[in-house]
Nanobody, 115 residues
Framework: QVQLVESGGGLVQAGGSLRLSCVAS????????MGWYRQAPGKQRALVAT???????YYADSVKGRFTISRDNAKNTVYLQMNSLKLEDTAVYCC?????????WGRGTQVTVSS
């Protein structure tokens, strides 16, 4: 089993920045993909960004150029640096780890962007 714990959410004004962190513990191994998803009120969960253990990244078009995903493999931690935040970035952000055929999820952290 793998446990994921997110931190770093909060309330920020539009144009501001936040940094999310997600620590994975348990039976993790190399070759996994970690990422962030978000779910806004009344909307389906959507992919934000992913990163492999080798550092290859993927971003949703809506966050390209504003968000940066990174990871520290030694600490089993993935980060999401969010800059130039917009009102539409308001959502619950969930950490995801895909390992083999299994997918694990954190409970999420709320990000609220105010005007």
């Amino acid at each position: 089993q793998v446990q994921l714990v997110e931190s770093g959410g909060g309330l920020v004004q539009a144009g501001g920045s936040l940094r999310l962190s997600c620590v994975a513990s348990g039976n993790t191994f190399r070759g996994n993909i970690m990422g962030w998803y978000r779910q806004a009120p009344g909307k389906q969960r959507a992919l934000v960004a992913t990163i492999t253990t080798g550092g290859s990244t993927y971003y949703a078009d809506s966050v390209k150029g504003r968000f940066t995903i990174s990871r520290d493999n030694a600490k089993n931690t993935v980060y999401l640096q969010m800059n130039s935040l917009k009102l539409e970035d308001t959502a619950v952000y969930c950490c995801n780890l895909q390992q083999g055929l299994n997918a694990y999820w954190g409970r999420g952290t709320q990000v609220t962007v105010s005007s």
